[in-house]
């Protein structure tokens, strides 16, 4: 999968592509990552790609022109059906529906806006889907375009030794992740939970599913909301609250 990032700062992504699962992806050529800089497509002396917004008000707006050559020549260093995504608090919220999806495609054009944020004319022309990756705000668009790429690796096919591991991971099974243990057995008096040691698969592969659902419930019901349980989903959901001493109103 090929990945086009068009960023004032490319040093972000020098740091993801030189660690981790990103890092080890690039170097087996299964993903590549270039970045585009719009400074060095701007025809000015000083190379601005900023400037004052009409109607007044604080701080600076990315330029049209530098920003729209920089996506065109991403588009055309892209694969043929790579989307322009641009990272805005405005956008749709990133998932990990939306990483599967993205996995899929042959490439991925990121743009990271800065300062008060980009002429929307850029956004009408150029962007396909504008993504944010939460209700918080930040300088730039650098790192949720990391976090977006990060979690879309980890879903092409060869990336992770062990394919189950991402298949496992939370939020793919639209629940939270399961608690996980490893040695010692017993740690600060707190050991591990019988049911890890009972090398009973079967019984071991239901608590996780119970631990799942219950931690979801819990902590984030609105996971839970969007399901239909079956009967087994249920009778988990009841006997996790039980054991923890909870009741259905408590999630």
Not at 48 to 61: E, H
Not at 196 to 225: E, N, T
């Amino acid at each position: 999968m090929h990945f086009q990032l068009v960023s004032l700062f490319p040093e972000f992504a020098s740091s993801l592509a030189g660690h981790g699962v990103v890092g080890r992806a690039i170097t087996r050529g299964l993903v590549t990552l270039d970045c585009w800089n719009p400074r060095d497509f701007a025809d000015d002396p000083h190379r601005t790609v900023d400037d004052r917004p009409y109607g007044g008000g604080p701080g600076m707006v990315m330029k049209f022109e530098p920003l729209a050559a920089a996506v065109e020549a991403a588009r055309a260093a892209a694969p043929r059906g790579s989307p322009v995504v641009c990272l805005s608090p405005q956008g749709t919220v990133f998932d990990q529906g939306l990483a599967g999806q993205f996995a899929v495609l042959p490439g991925l054009i990121l743009v990271a806006g800065r300062y008060e944020g980009i002429d929307e004319r850029l956004i009408q022309t150029e962007v396909d889907l504008e993504l944010s990756i939460g209700d918080f705000v930040l300088s730039g668009g650098e790192i949720a375009a990391l976090a977006v790429i990060d979690a879309v690796v980890r879903l092409v096919p060869g990336v992770l030794g062990d394919q189950e591991s991402a298949q496992q991971d939370s939020f793919m099974s639209g629940l939270l992740d399961h608690p996980h243990y490893t040695r010692p057995e017993v740690v600060r008096g707190m050991p591990v939970p019988d049911v890890l040691l009972s090398g009973d698969h079967s019984k071991i592969a239901r608590w996780r599913r119970k631990q799942a659902l219950g931690r979801s419930f819990v902590r984030r019901p609105d996971l839970v909301r969007k399901i239909e349980l079956t009967d087994e989903q249920q009778q988990m959901l009841d006997e996790y609250l039980k054991e923890q001493g909870l009741t259905p109103r408590d999630g």
